[in-house]
């Protein structure tokens, strides 16, 4: 029987880590392992950390957004890791820069994207020291009692959305008061705001290309910071946009907090909820919001989560969307920009057969295929390929 370490921090205001690391726990317990939990926010946490490498009894280890690698990177440099290190990144790579930067070769190092072309990017903050793996978001494997099957036309929520506030005007500024980098951050800004083929580091790349500038992610920490509060300002002016397109509906947006910008007669602002409750509140909702974070090749949790509670995803399309999930069998992909999207929501609502076909058919491909059970099978095969190259 292979015992495994999952280590994760559950303290914080973001509990979706906490829930992303129970969810993979289980996953991993009903697939046979026997699993060491490392909570880092328990004294003892690093203590039995230590205690689990010196006896030798683990396969390997998951790092939730990397957690526990810095503890590890003696082992990891001077070759004294017993097992791979498997570090399970949700966010962009240039958020955990400061912690992967390395300047030798790991090979018990593994790291993971939940975009492809987070991976892809991998190399452009992080020298080469490790190996990548792309394994997409996923939605809790668990049965969840709360849950009542539900017909659509019988849910009282019409469009629900959640997800975090930016203040989008904040993060501008950002750039908007360094006299070098604004023409440069406005270019890519522009060209990056409604499309869902590229990167933000290719679109960033091909604008400093064309003005003759060459650079180095790693090196350059001012161009680091400003992509972040650019893709904060993406995400989050999106968000505001299709809010404001679909604000005469009577649409409940959980968030940290409310953007009075954003006239309605029937939107509803309420405070963010804890990852049950928002199980439940999809569970009694029609049609489920969602607004990509900078997501070109990927999924994410909310989206998944929302379609296997049985509500119907009115989601961004991206490429990963389209190549794995088919419109308006499993979900409704719209265009950020699309200027029509009021009425194609509101012929939605109207037919709730449609709605419930969908709803039925976007459930049962989740279950099947983008679950964290489906996630733990393809970490522990991620593994074990890279173990047996050696």
């Known amino acids: 029987m292979q015992h495994i370490a999952v280590i994760y921090n559950a303290g914080g205001s973001y509990s979706a880590i906490r829930n992303f690391s129970l969810d993979l726990v289980s ?34 280890l998951v790092g939730m957004n990397g957690m526990g690698i810095e ?43 939940v975009d492809q072309t987070h991976a892809s990017d991998l190399a452009k903050f992080f020298n080469p020291a490790h190996r990548t793996a792309f394994i997409p978001h996923a939605a809790s494997h668990n049965t969840h009692p709360f849950l009542q099957p539900c017909r659509v036309a019988d849910r009282k929520t019409a469009i629900l959305f959640a997800g975090s506030y930016t203040d989008v ?12 980098y604004k023409p440069l951050m406005e270019e890519i800004m522009e060209a990056g705001l409604y499309q869902y083929k590229e990167s933000l580091l290719t679109i960033a790349e091909n604008v400093f290309h064309r003005q003759g500038i060459s650079f180095d992610y790693r090196r350059n920490k001012r161009v680091r910071e400003l992509l972040v509060q650019l893709e904060f300002y993406l995400r989050g002016r999106r968000r505001n946009e299709v809010l404001e397109r679909l604000a005469d509906f009577p ?33 009694d909702t029609k049609l489920a919001l969602n607004v990509f974070p900078y997501v070109i090749y990927g999924g994410h949790d ?20 389209e190549e794995h999930f088919i419109q308006e069998e499993h979900l409704v992909m719209y265009d950020a920009s699309d200027p029509d999207l009021a009425e194609k929501v509101e012929l939605l609502l109207t037919d709730t057969d449609k709605l419930e076909y969908i709803s039925n058919q976007g459930k049962e491909i989740v279950k099947q295929q983008h679950t964290w059970l489906n996630r733990a099978r ?4 991620s593994v074990l390929s890279f173990s047996s190259r050696g």
């Open 378 to 381: 393809e970490i522990a095969r």
């Open 27 to 60: 996953a991993f317990r009903s697939l046979g392992f026997v699993v060491h939990t490392i909570d880092y926010v328990q004294a003892e946490a690093r203590e039995k950390l230590e205690q689990l490498l010196d006896q030798n009894v683990l396969s390997f």
């Open 302 to 321: 909310r989206l998944f989560n929302s379609m296997m509670s049985g509500a119907v995803a009115l989601t961004e399309r991206n490429l990963f969307l």
């Open 251 to 283: 649409i409940q947006v959980y968030s940290d907090c409310r953007n009075r910008k954003i006239a309605g007669k029937h939107i509803r602002f309420c405070p963010a909820v804890d990852y049950s409750k928002l199980f439940q509140l999809y569970g």
């Open 169 to 180: 005007e904040a993060c501008r500024n950002e750039w908007l008061a360094d006299p070098y």
């Open 71 to 113: 503890q590890l990177y003696e082992r990891l440099y001077f070759g004294h890791m017993p097992a791979p290190f498997f570090a399970y990144l949700v966010d962009h790579p240039m958020h955990h820069v400061k912690f992967f930067n390395f300047f030798s070769s790991f090979p018990n190092l593994i790291v993971s994207c």
